[in-house]
């Protein structure tokens, strides 16, 4: 297999297409999204199972109690 440097501009917008499917991938069959995660994780694109895991771990942390008062002043 032959790896060609693309140049950056051609990658960014793939990677960019790529994210762009993302909005459709519940309606993709399921061969559909094992195709995009794949191509996901070949360009280094978040896929949607990650996204979930970040989303989620973003709301733990917003749960969490502060226990620290604010200062004024």
Known sequence: ?????????TKAKTQQLIVDLFWDYQRLTQSGQASLDKL???WGVP???????????D??????PCDVEPRNG
């Open 40 to 42: 996901a994780n070949l």
């Open 59 to 64: 709301n733990h942390i917003d749960s969490i």
């Open 1 to 9: 297999m032959n790896v060609v440097s693309l140049p950056k501009r």
């Open 47 to 57: 896929t949607e199972k990650e996204m979930e895991e970040m989303t989620e771990a």
